[in-house]
């Protein structure tokens, strides 16, 4: 045969082959994504096409890196997942194919059940990972919980259409939309079927894609919120007073900061992990060692390391309290500035820590675009208001009773605040307190907040 036919014959098959024409389809994906990703800021996305048209969120992979872990784990086949109907698991491409199943009007959309009734996961739940700054505004995409009980993330999620901040503290917020108001609305036409949540016509998520953009995101691993690398700690370096003496007197009360380490057979534990119980014993007398280091903050090692995603959350703990383990109430030895060794309790190893607690009530005065909002005043209305308050009450002009009912901070009796640790308020908000001696008042504060009057309490 001649040799050019024979090379013409063998061009035409390797052209019309179907890995070619399967790389052309991807190349022709990746450009659809790229172009719907185009313009936006620096940082992890996830494109969800719809047949109704596409929506674009950004992941907050530094906030709630355990969500997002699990959320692009599963939508890259990294992840492995239980087939509802032949109970095998393996690692395929999780969203793809799956339906929006339920549909409140003008409330969410909610997906990500393999079984498409609301009923199904991917064969294994994880803990809640609620960021008080992560409030449930419209637009948001949020982990559903199964039967609305904590520490049961597995696959599904919902977006808000609407703000619902009845959710904020109980559902895991991740990220939030950036692109496909238009779609979202669109969905949020579909007729329901009657007396029920369930839209009447399939709405499918065709394909659900990750896009990184920046350096910072593309080194970003899912692998990364498993792993634990904890520097050792020389004998040297260890400050004295934050030693735990377990046999302190035991006290019938306390309030304390907690970090957790679990093990791969523990409920609730993320899916990536890979401990043993002895593995996350030495990650967590490793955290105790390092946490007693002289100008150590807890706060920071309980950030990077804690499976418990708390953020420097105090909890008033009680000696005999039901549901309290009797392994760790060595805990109720601990005195002020002192950290435990790790403890076994039933949901892993737990290093306490007992913060020194503050005292302090304020006077807020908000803005529009201030983080909690809500108010139709400028940032230099919001500040003038603030600043003839304080000299009002300064000079005695004033109370701080009657000061106190032009506050936006309307939860608090005239905005005292209780008791709290360093790390449970903003830092500008914390430093000033600690400036002040007890019955002091400040000058005016601003946080993302707004604008703070502060007097120390204790």
Request: net charge positive; aromatic share 8%; with cysteine.
């Amino acid at each position: 045969m001649n040799s050019r036919l024979v090379f013409l014959a063998f061009a035409s098959v390797l052209f019309s082959s179907p890995v070619l024409a399967q790389d052309k389809k991807t190349d022709a994906h990746a450009k659809k994504i790229a172009e719907l990703t185009k313009g936006l800021k620096d940082g992890l996305y996830t494109v969800i096409e719809t047949n109704r048209g596409d929506l674009v969120f950004e992941l907050y992979y530094e906030k709630t890196p355990s969500t997002v872990a699990n959320f692009v784990g599963l939508a890259t086949a990294q992840i492995s997942s239980v087939d509802p109907k032949t109970k095998k698991s393996s690692k395929k491409r999780f969203y793809d194919g799956l339906t929006i199943h339920r549909l409140v009007k003008d409330f969410l959309m909610q997906g990500g059940c393999p079984k498409g009734t609301g009923t199904g996961g991917p064969g294994y739940m994880f803990s809640d990972e609620l960021v008080p700054e992560l409030k449930h505004e419209a637009g948001v995409i949020s982990m559903a919980r199964a039967k609305a009980v904590p520490d049961s993330n597995g696959s599904q999620f919902f977006v808000t259409l609407k703000p619902a901040p009845w959710l904020n503290g109980q559902n895991s917020v991740f990220g939030k939309i950036v692109k496909g108001w238009e779609t979202l609305k669109k969905i949020n036409k579909t007729p329901i079927i009657k007396g029920t949540e369930r839209p009447s016509q399939k709405i499918i998520m065709l394909k659900v894609s990750i896009q990184r953009i920046g350096a910072k995101a593309k080194a970003w691993k899912i692998s990364s919120v498993a792993e634990k690398s904890v520097p050792d700690v020389l004998d040297a370096q260890i400050d004295a007073s934050r030693v735990w003496d377990p046999k302190s007197e035991q006290r019938k009360k306390t309030r304390l900061q907690f970090i957790l380490i679990k093990w791969k057979d523990l409920n609730g534990v993320h899916p990536l992990c890979s401990y043993t119980e002895a593995e996350a014993k030495v990650i967590a007398q490793k955290i105790a060692r390092a946490a007693r280091v002289k100008g150590a903050k807890f706060v920071d090692l309980e950030t990077k390391y804690s499976d418990a995603q708390t953020y420097g959350q105090t909890f008033p703990l009680k000696i005999g309290k039901a549901g309290f383990s009797e392994s760790l109430k060595g805990a109720f030895t601990l005195k002020e500035g002192q950290v435990s060794d790790a403890l076994k309790g039933p949901e892993g190893f737990m290093v306490f820590y007992c913060p020194k607690l503050l005292g302090a009530r304020h006077i807020l005065i908000t803005y529009k675009d201030s983080e909690v909002g809500g108010s139709k005043r400028s940032k230099e209305e919001a500040q003038k208001l603030a600043a003839e308050l304080h000299k009002k009450i300064i000079e005695k002009k004033i109370s701080w009773g009657l000061a106190a009912k032009q506050s936006d901070d309307k939860e608090s009796h005239l905005g005292d605040l209780g008791l709290f640790a360093e790390s449970e308020m903003v830092s500008e908000f914390s430093a000033a307190v600690l400036k002040l001696r007890v019955g002091d008042i400040s000058t005016v504060v601003e946080t993302k907040f707004g604008f703070h009057i502060i007097q120390r309490t204790k």
